[in-house]
Structures are given as structure tokens and as C-alpha cells.
């Protein structure tokens, strides 16, 4: 060991380190703040692709009125919603009550599904003006708060940003599941750059090791030494910074790889464990797209209940309904709120790993987006097409609860005023609900948006 320890020494010893310091790797482990502890929040950022018909939850409307064409049993398949309830409109069209259960302050329509069961946690924004029916532009100014400018998008996402301000010491700080996800802009740590993959099964294949040559035992000894002369050297050495980098690398993938995360993130033992969250029925078209939403889900509360994770970010298909297919827009709601619902009740009664007596539920922030709505009539082939309003959720401690912010206007369904701005009255955007979120940390939301500002209130007290 002896031998071992001259040679690591040797090795990284005069310019040998220096070369090190100039490698973009551990100069990114040597940034400002790289060593700033974390307070334990956690965040989980969902992405509804295709554009939701916020007229079937958040905004709902069952009246025929301006260009509104409500959900009907004439264009609906309601045969499985919970939370419909039939309202007739005149002699030939039956449409929904509105789903408003006593001490709830907002209105709902049947696609919120078990989700307002806990209403008293919820926080919705209407009336997002989108001022785009693209759905890269709009998936992109709802994660970033900016629009793409050539189809380059030119900022960072959310998740991005609050992993870089709270998540760098993660072994994970972002994992994106088909989310969104964007590293773009100054002032980045390296180590927050998004893992983006397609399932959970990917992170399993690279933490898996062959057991030909050596055992689990054996590389762990090699990697704590590593870890030992690294943090060492750095109390000795004019590159203290980028070495105590290397320990921390080495200390990660001690961590990674000792506490068996291959066996716990793949889909086959998170379907075991979370069984609550996977997709029943697939009712409204999600089948296998819901399941895939269950397993992110399940891998969110899995990765964070062991504090590896940071942010977790997934996107759930299935609302770009421009044909006869959105008569499952509902109930592809419906699973979508009802897998929400569960993810909480789950994080309710999961403990914190660093907060004792504290649930994940206490310091996880969950945000909810989609690239746009739907028109409000419904074409030809009995779908509804894109519209440049939009309505996000937002369930969090640190946001006001059982509250509803913003509005559309009362026929075209278009965003209307919801406050006076720094630039006149308004009706709030994507930015505006992005500043409000990162703030919420204490974090100036101008590091990352160049547009937006905070409404508080949307903030609790």
C-alpha cells in the first residue's frame, strides 16, 4: 500500500496537478460554491407533452360560450372518469359539473381525477401566456422562460437551474427523463449538467461492474485510497481546490457503487417497490406512457428517500389530441393527476434522509407544465388544436396553498390581465412563474431569466 500511496503521489505531484487544474473537469470542481452545503430541499419537475385541454382541469368550462365548445358525452368517452358528473347545457348536449368539494377554492374540471383530494396542497396558475403554438418553442419557454431564437434554445431549464444552486454536491444533482432539459448560460457548475436519459434502466447498466477480475471489496478499497490521497494533497498543495475535487469524485463513486443503486433504479425492482405508482388501466391512452410516468416517479422518491438525487424531471406523452383521439384527453389527465396524487400520499410517508422526524414531502417542490392548451373548439375530426394560453401546478411548502392566480378571459379563453407588472398590466407568462419559483430558495431569479418577475402571491408567508 506504501508503494501505492508513493505513486499516486508522484503522479499527481507538481505539473501533473497543474495539468489537472486546467482540465475543464476539476475546474468546474474547483467553481465558486462548490463546496456550499445543501439544505436538503429536493424538486421533481413534470412535463405533460403535447398540450393539455386546460378546460378539462384547471380552467374549466362547461358552457357554450364565445368560441368554447365544451367537453361533452357527445365528444367525450366519460364512461371511466371519476369526477364526471353530467351537466346538461340545453335539450341535445350534456356537458360536466364543475369539481369544487367543500374548503376547496378551486375550480376544477373531471380530468384533475384523485388529485383534488388534496386539494389543500395546491397551487394552480392560469391564464400563462405562451405567445406561441409551436411545440418546441413552447416545451422550451416553459422549461426556460425564454423563447428559442432559431430553434437554439438559450437558456437553461429549471431543473437545471436549482440543481446548480442547490445540488452540486449531489451524487446526482439533475436526472431528466425525456424532460426538457437544458445547460445553457454562464455561471454553471459542470456537475449539474443533466443526466438525460430515456429510462431508469440506463443508470443501471453503467453502475454495473464485472466481477471478473476483481470484487465489489476490492475496487472500494482502491477508490477510498484514491479518495485518502486526493483530500490528502489538497491540505498541501497550491491546487487544494481542484484536488479536494477529486476526493469528492472519488467519494461519489464510492457511493454509487457501494450502496447498490444498479439492484434499486431499474424498472423491474422500482415497479416491485412502488407497485401504488405504476399505471393501472391505462384509461385515457397512457398505458405504457403511464406506466413509464410511474416508474420516473417511482425512481424520484427511490433516488431521493437515499439522497443521491437532487432533481428529478420526466415528461408524460399523450396530449397533443388534435383527432378523434381527444376524446382520451380526459382520462389521460386523469392518470396523469392521479399518478400526482399518489406520488404525493408516497412522499408523505417516505422520511427525509437528512432531516430527522421530517417526510420527503416537507422539502420536496413539485412543478407541473405542459407546452401550451387546447383551442376551445373543438375541428373537424373532433380534437382540439393548439392555443397560446396555458395553466401550471405548483405543489410546494414554500408556495401558497388551496389557491388559484391568474385567469382567462370569459369567451375566447385567451390570458387576461392578472396584475400590474413592472411593465404595465399584464397577464402572467412562463417567466414570470420561473422568477417566482427560484426565488422561493432565495436564489435572484435574474442569474438564470433574463425576463420574468416574482409574484408573491404565489408565495406563503
Not at 340 to 347: D, E, M, R, W, Y
Not at 388 to 396: C, E, F, K, R
Request: charged share 20%.
Amino acid at each position: 500500500m506504501n508503494s501505492n500511496r508513493r505513486t499516486f503521489l508522484k503522479v499527481l505531484g507538481g505539473a501533473g496537478v497543474a495539468g489537472l487544474a486546467a482540465a475543464p473537469l476539476f475546474r468546474a470542481m474547483a467553481g465558486p460554491g462548490a463546496a456550499a452545503a445543501s439544505d436538503g430541499e429536493l424538486f421533481i419537475f413534470v412535463h405533460a407533452s403535447g398540450g393539455w385541454d386546460v378546460t378539462l382541469w384547471a380552467d374549466p368550462r362547461n358552457e357554450k360560450k364565445g368560441l368554447v365548445d365544451p367537453a361533452s358525452t357527445v365528444n367525450t368517452d366519460t364512461g371511466s372518469l371519476k369526477r364526471w358528473v353530467d351537466k346538461p347545457i340545453d335539450d341535445e348536449l350534456t356537458s360536466f359539473q364543475i369539481v369544487q368539494p367543500p374548503g376547496c377554492n378551486i375550480p376544477f374540471g373531471p380530468g384533475i381525477g384523485d388529485l383534488v383530494e388534496l386539494h389543500d396542497r395546491l397551487c394552480v396558475v392560469n391564464g400563462l401566456a405562451m405567445n406561441t403554438v409551436s411545440h418546441p418553442d413552447g416545451t422550451v419557454y416553459s422549461a426556460t422562460g425564454r423563447h428559442t431564437n432559431g430553434g437554439r434554445v438559450v437558456a437553461s431549464s429549471i431543473d437545471t437551474m436549482m440543481a446548480n444552486e442547490l445540488g452540486r454536491e449531489s451524487t446526482f444533482p439533475c436526472v431528466s427523463l425525456n424532460f426538457p432539459s437544458y445547460f445553457v448560460g454562464d455561471g454553471l457548475d459542470r456537475r449539474v449538467v443533466p443526466l438525460r436519459i430515456g429510462g431508469v434502466d440506463a443508470i443501471t447498466k453503467t453502475l454495473t461492474r464485472s466481477q471478473l477480475y476483481d470484487t465489489d471489496a476490492d475496487r472500494d478499497a482502491v477508490t477510498a485510497l484514491l479518495s485518502k490521497e486526493a483530500s490528502d494533497l489538497a491540505a498541501k498543495s497550491n491546487f487544494g481546490d481542484v484536488l479536494q475535487g477529486m476526493s469528492l469524485q472519488y467519494d461519489a463513486l464510492r457511493k454509487m457503487l457501494g450502496s447498490k443503486l444498479q439492484d434499486a433504479f431499474s424498472t423491474k425492482s422500482l415497479k416491485d417497490a412502488y407497485p401504488d405508482l405504476m399505471a393501472k388501466k391505462g384509461k385515457g391512452g397512457g398505458g405504457k406512457k403511464g406506466q413509464l410516468g410511474g416508474v420516473s416517479a417511482a425512481f424520484a422518491v427511490e433516488a431521493m428517500r437515499r439522497n443521491v438525487v437532487r432533481c428529478v424531471s420526466f415528461a408524460i406523452g399523450g396530449f397533443d389530441t388534435h383527432n378523434t383521439n381527444y376524446q382520451k384527453q380526459a382520462g389521460t389527465q386523469e392518470d396523469l393527476f392521479d399518478l400526482i396524487a399518489t406520488l404525493v400520499k408516497t412522499l408523505d410517508v417516505t422520511p427525509h434522509p437528512t432531516k430527522t422526524g421530517k417526510k420527503l414531502s416537507d422539502h420536496t417542490h413539485i412543478l407541473v407544465m405542459s407546452d401550451f392548451c387546447r383551442t376551445p373548439q373543438i375541428n373537424i375530426a373532433g380534437g382540439r388544436d393548439h392555443y397560446p394560453n396555458n395553466s401550471a401546478l405548483v405543489i410546494s411548502p414554500r408556495f401558497r396553498r388551496n389557491f388559484v392566480f391568474g385567469k382567462s378571459d370569459p369567451e375566447q379563453l385567451l390570458p387576461a390581465q392578472a396584475g400590474t407588472f413592472s411593465d404595465g398590466p399584464r397577464a402572467i407568462a412562463p417567466p414570470d412563474l420561473l422568477a417566482t419559483f427560484v426565488s422561493a430558495f432565495g436564489v435572484n431569479p435574474s442569474k438564470y431569466l433574463r425576463d420574468g418577475e416574482v409574484v408573491k402571491e404565489l408565495l406563503s408567508t
